[in-house]
């Protein structure tokens, strides 16, 4: 996340409940959880928020100049382990500083415990500086928000003793620090014995950004057109962002997938043909539907088979809290027709098995690739690079390169192939032969 984001150009009334729903919790000092299905646009939603000159004085009074963004996106972490997470957290702290009027001689001190931490590599150490540093900030009125984005990477290595420090950093600052945990579940349902419900239930509230609204996701698709030079029919435009339910990322993938098609003008229904046939759209669709618990997804399939479900049911549950069903002016129903069909299909005896196991284009592409390594390493940036060529400008998510290979290794055993495929850690893939 960057200040040069095109996010922060949109106009300022961009998912304006959404933003003032925010503003309101952390203009109070109240941590939040920033919930939302799997790429539905929560880091989309968060630059426009962060970056964007207007929106402190808009939703933050007369005081706004007090309150300080610090964006801590855990996608920048090499290791997703602690020591890494907190040294991480100092050191974008200290970049925002410059932001605020703190005396030359408080800024020197800071950034002195900065290249101490980092010469120390000492745990403890850096929490403790990052105390003292939070300490000045408020003694000097500036109230610092962490906004820890794509926080759900961090916790498989959260313990109650890293929960402990958040909370005392929170006390040390006498309440005047507020964070800003983005994941696609409440922290309370993916570590219970850490996270307990009742104290969060005090120590933050869940805040659920569903997908955007068809005004939304007009502003984001044209900066989309903008920023990769592409130029949509009007009509195909209305169908992409009508297929896309106002999720970001299969907005994303529809523009990579019209790209495409550049030299050749589609219809609607050829767009729409084109984008539900699409191996990524439905990969994606694949990634929402994992995520989801047994309950979650018998639910989904009896809505999307029209089966009448009682929505006083549903209205505390996930799917709807995130946006993943609706109502409004139509009866019950999935946001998007590319969930809905890909549900559909898994209902339904596949292809693949009724006339025998075939690889895909994709499945393909990433067979013929690692077998050019037989027996080596192919780097899981080969894999995007190849495989994806739309990578660079429109990215891929790790999901979707660990799935296709979990198809691929699924697909090979059913076809009796000699060949197999083994995970080299933190590296990428490797192709070995039988025998």
């Known amino acids: 996340m960057h200040r040069l984001s095109i996010e922060s150009k949109y106009p300022i009334n961009f998912r304006c409940e959404d933003a003032r729903r925010l503003a309101e919790l952390i203009k109070n000092h109240q941590s939040v959880e920033l919930i939302g299905m799997k790429r539905v646009g929560i880091s989309n939603f968060l630059r426009f928020f962060l970056y964007h000159p207007e929106i402190k004085k808009k939703y933050f009074g007369i005081h706004y100049k007090r309150y300080l963004f610090i964006p801590i996106d855990l996608n920048d972490l090499v290791e997703c382990e602690l020591q890494p997470f907190w040294l991480l957290t100092f050191k974008r702290v200290l970049e925002s500083i410059d932001q605020t009027s703190l005396p030359k001689n408080i800024s020197q001190s800071i950034n002195h415990l900065f290249d101490k931490a980092i010469q120390l590599h000492d745990l403890f150490f850096t929490v403790d500086a990052l105390r003292k540093t939070l300490v000045e900030l408020v003694r000097h009125d500036v109230y610092p928000i962490l906004f820890l984005v794509r926080f759900d990477r961090l916790l498989d290595h959260v313990t109650r003793d890293f929960f402990a420090t958040i909370q005392s950093l929170y006390d040390t600052a006498h309440g005047k620090l507020a964070y800003v945990f983005t994941c696609y579940r409440e922290l309370s349902e993916f570590k219970p014995d850490i996270f307990d419900s009742n104290t969060m239930s005090v120590f933050s509230k869940a805040l659920y950004l569903q997908p955007?609204?068809?005004?939304?996701?007009?502003?984001?698709?044209?900066?989309?057109?903008?920023?990769?030079?592409?130029?949509?029919?009007?009509?195909?435009?209305?169908?992409?962002?009508?297929?896309?339910?106002?999720?970001?990322?299969?907005?994303?993938?529809?523009?990579?997938?019209?790209?495409?098609?550049?030299?050749?003008?589609?219809?609607?229904?050829?767009?729409?043909?084109?984008?539900?046939?699409?191996?990524?759209?439905?990969?994606?669709?694949?990634?929402?539907?994992?995520?989801?618990?047994?309950?979650?997804?018998?639910?989904?399939?009896?809505?999307?088979?029209?089966?009448?479900?009682?929505?006083?049911?549903?209205?505390?549950?996930?799917?709807?809290?995130?946006?993943?069903?609706?109502?409004?002016?139509?009866?019950?129903?999935?946001?998007?027709?590319?969930?809905?069909?890909?549900?559909?299909?898994?209902?339904?005896?596949?292809?693949?098995?009724?006339?025998?196991?075939?690889?895909?284009?994709?499945?393909?592409?990433?067979?013929?690739?690692?077998?050019?390594?037989?027996?080596?390493?192919?780097?899981?940036?080969?894999?995007?690079?190849?495989?994806?060529?739309?990578?660079?400008?429109?990215?891929?998510?790790?999901?979707?390169?660990?799935?296709?290979?979990?198809?691929?290794?699924?697909?090979?055993?059913?076809?009796?192939?000699?060949?197999?495929?083994?995970?080299?850690?933190?590296?990428?893939?490797?192709?070995?032969?039988?025998?």
Not at 315 to 333: C, D, F, Q, S, V
Request: with cysteine; charged share 30%; proline share 2%.
């Open 212 to 435: 955007a609204k068809t005004p939304d996701t007009e502003i984001i698709c044209s900066t989309f057109e903008d920023r990769y030079h592409i130029k949509l029919d009007e009509r195909v435009k209305s169908k992409l962002v009508e297929l896309s339910g106002g999720h970001v990322q299969y907005l994303q993938l529809g523009l990579a997938i019209l790209s495409e098609y550049e030299n050749k003008a589609l219809s609607p229904k050829e767009t729409e043909k084109a984008l539900k046939e699409d191996e990524r759209i439905i990969l994606q669709s694949e990634e929402l539907f994992s995520t989801l618990s047994q309950d979650e997804k018998s639910n989904l399939r009896k809505i999307s088979s029209g089966e009448v479900a009682d929505i006083k049911d549903l209205k505390n549950e996930y799917i709807w809290k995130t946006g993943m069903i609706a109502n409004g002016n139509r009866p019950l129903h999935i946001f998007s027709s590319y969930l809905t069909d890909y549900i559909s299909s898994q209902s339904d005896l596949s292809q693949e098995y009724r006339d025998g196991t075939y690889l895909t284009n994709k499945e393909n592409a990433l067979f013929n690739l690692i077998k050019s390594y037989l027996g080596e390493v192919c780097e899981r940036d080969m894999i995007l690079e190849q495989v994806w060529s739309e990578y660079e400008s429109f990215g891929v998510s790790d999901w979707a390169v660990d799935r296709l290979i979990a198809r691929l290794r699924k697909k090979l055993k059913e076809m009796h192939s000699p060949y197999s495929i083994k995970t080299i850690r933190t590296r990428g893939f490797m192709m070995v032969k039988k025998g």
